[in-house]
């Protein structure tokens, strides 16, 4: 395996454990999305497909719920 294959799946890694150390939900799924990104990179490089769905089902999630996120905090309340 070359040095870039395994420096994607070393900053998957390290992206992920920064991830879970996050307590507001938004910026877990900003890292934890930064981490599938690099998962899927390292999934091609390797070629190994059920990495390579797992990590893009979790970006489409994380960019689900960030956009909902988002929509939420741009809700002005009814009085």
Known sequence: MNWVA???GYLAIVA????????DMAKFRVWHLISSVFYTLYGF???SFPLIIASVVFCVI??????????????IPNP
Not at 16 to 23: D, H, P, R, V
Not at 62 to 75: A, F, I, N, S
């Open 45 to 47: 490089f390797l070629m």
């Open 6 to 8: 395994e420096t994607m």
């Open 62 to 75: 994380h960019v689900y719920h960030l956009r909902k996120l988002r929509l939420e905090k741009v809700k």
């Open 16 to 23: 992920g454990f920064y991830a879970i150390s996050k307590k």
